[in-house]
């Protein structure tokens, strides 16, 4: 490994690839700061231009530009509350009333500090254990995977503004919209009321950037664009003390959860930051402050998506199996090189996996080394006057919801999402349960059901097998935990 | 509040319409979980905490109040403000334009239905114009030059140089569209 390690450095750092790596970071950190613009779709735009590059190059730049835009992501959550990448949604809790409280600084370096951590030892993980971990991979089935889609649905439900019911309704009605189009199982249609539209389902970028960045400029055109005082704290601080005393074991914990995920194939790394940062509140002794401006909440979902991002390749590099859409992608520009990921590809390429582990390596200390001047940039957008910001925004993410899949019929489904988004938080009605029931929906429902065939209807599979069993306990005791305690007390209290 | 209670009835009824719905879908197949098993059971789900929202809004209502009336004494004495509630108070948001949100909604359906007729340009170079207008420039000129520099940079940007698909429109505009993007 050591030599394969040394000979991926000498490739990486031959001048046109190295040159080829800091204009994919480039390209990265701002597609992947704009609102509408996420890394699958960047990965899919440049997809044609390298073509014509050799095969480790061409992976240099996918590679880069699919890691910095789950960092970068997190730069238009934090100052604007509109994630620039899915990865970055569960960034937008915390981060953004931070910068509402004059703490955008503070807010970004968090997040530069955590994505970087989270990144740097992902790869770190990717590189030593990749025959191991994938391996590990192999063993989940799929009762296991749905007791983690499960776990994550149970816990982010319970932490809806203190309202139990509401986010049960949300997570519901997230996971309702997973299922409209054909049935993947069966074929057959399923709410779609014959319009055409409806049969492939409706797609999850449309849906994430009308909750949360339609809605947010809806709600902004409402009120006064002239700001009455500056933020108290403009400028970017990493390396701040108090504050990584406070977060350490957050970006730790998490940066463990987000590469284990991330392995995990179909998961990703939005799930992984949701989960996450889920975790971190559940672990926490003071939940209230989550939702306000806590520094765990922006470094948990942080350390979590890019450690995920970093061991979603591992089944891609080690199975052939994509871990997210755009390693899937990825997957597709390997094919279209004539290269076949997979146990073979550490054999016949290991040059150019090494290479890919060497430029990951870089790019995620990029974060943390290069990444100021970048925020510099987008914090100066935020002097800009929202009569010029808003309408941008929206046009950002037009197009963003129209590069999809070149669809009008995807633009009013966002609009939809748009108002329901401003109308449910103008009630108090969270979102976030929304979101994570479409995004983990497919999940959770083609894996209770393959499970439900595998035994033959029988629903105790989930318990006899140890792993899944673990997660279904641990998600109904989060679940009921709260009722529990408030029985508690007033039964102690009547006693 | 009856804007909670209105909301769990909302949901309630929209759990009721789509159990109809997915009661007409093969609910079990072989003793699995068929196309409609799964919306049922989350329906199910729905429809139970619609409920439990609908019984409990009575109760939250009260929770509430004493909340706002516990605010209302903590703001008293603002000896016990943090910087940053001092700082929440100084940036209070404040509602200039109330109904400025459903202008900006029609505009954007008038938008979508000509986006496949007029094409990009003429479509999204109109939906700016109203946006920027309603979001308070008055300028006329300001509106225009603004208008006008944000299409050229995103027909530049994303039509020409990173190649994203933008709408084309029909007819003659589509076959203009093809010389600038």
Redesign the interface.
Known sequence: MFESLLGGIETVFQPINILILFLAVFIGFLGGALPGISGT?LVI?LL?ITYSFDATTAFLMLTGIYASTVFSGMISAILFRTPGAPEAVATVFDGYPMT???EGGRALGIAILSSGVGGITGTIILIALTPLLASVALAFSSPEFFGLALLGLTVVASLSSG????G??G???G??IA?VGI?P??G?Q??TFDIQNFSSGIELIPVLIGLFAVSE???K?????LQ??KP?QSKVKIFEKNVIKKIYKTMARSTAIGTFIGILPGVGATTASMLSYSETVRWSKDKKKFGK?APEGIAAPESANNAAAMGALVPLLALGIPGSATTAVILGAFIMHGLQPGPSLLNTQSDLVYAIFIGLLIVNASIILVSKPFIKLFMKIMHV????L???I??FC??GT??VR?S?FD??VM?FF??LG?FLER?K?PIAPIVLGVVLGPIA?SE??RS??I????WFIFLERPISAVLIVISILVLTAPILKKRWKVLVSKL | MLSEKIIAGSWLLFSLIFAVIALQLPLLENNSLSTGGWPLIVIGLMAVASAVLLANSRKYDSHQKQKEEKEVAVAVDASKLTQSETEEEVLEIEIDRPHNHWFIMAGFIVYITLLPFAGFIVSSFLFITVLVYLMGLRKKMGILVTSLVAITVFVILFGNVLGVPLPRGAAIVRDLSFMLY
Not at chain 1, 163 to 166: A, G, I, Y
Request: aromatic share 14%; charged share 15%.
């Open positions: 779709m735009l044609p509402q409280k004059g309202q139990l019911s509401k049960l309704i997570v519901g009605f996971l309702l299922t049935d199982l069966s057959t399923r709410f400029v809806l709600k055109s409402r009120e006064s664009t009455k005082q108290t401006g006057p929202y009569f010029i808003g309408p941008v929206l046009m037009v197009i129209f590069a070149n009008v633009i009013w609009l748009g108002f401003f009630f009605f429902e209770l059901r439900l065939q035994s033959g209807g029988d």
